[in-house]
Nanobody, 121 residues
Framework: QVQLVESGGGLVQAGGSLRLSCAAS????????MGWFRRGAGKERECVAR????????YYADSVKGRFTISRDYAKNMVYLQMNSLKPEDTAVYYC??????????????WGQGTQVTVSS
């Protein structure tokens, strides 16, 4: 079992930066792949970034590649999403998730409650 709590969302101007944090509880955190997903108003849920349990594989959606960075801290049981050069189209609720397979989105069975990111133009 993994419990996830996101923080760090807010309102930022286009071109600005935010860092989202996800605090994970549970002794098996290090064995899970972790991901950040988002859902904009009226849009489908989108996987933004994923990182393997080992940390040696990462995936980014084309829409955020070069602007977002996912990382994890095993000692603190934390996952981060550093978001730079934010655009209005990045506005969404962002969710942290844990899964058994970094590449298989349907394996992400543990979810946080989400944090709102709003980018103004």
């Amino acid at each position: 079992q993994v419990q996830l709590v996101e923080s760090g969302g807010g309102l930022v101007q286009a071109g600005g930066s935010l860092r989202l944090s996800c605090a994970a509880s549970g002794r098996t955190f290090s064995s899970y792949a972790m991901g950040w997903f988002r859902r904009g108003a009226g849009k489908e849920r989108e996987c933004v970034a994923r990182i393997a349990w080992s940390g040696d594989y990462t995936y980014y959606a084309d829409s955020v590649k070069g602007r977002f960075t996912i990382s994890r801290d095993y000692a603190k049981n934390m996952v981060y999403l550093q978001m730079n050069s934010l655009k209005p189209e990045d506005t969404a609720v962002y969710y942290c998730a844990a899964g058994s397979s970094v590449r298989l989105e349907r394996s992400y069975g543990y979810w946080g409650q989400g944090t709102q990111v709003t980018v103004s133009s």
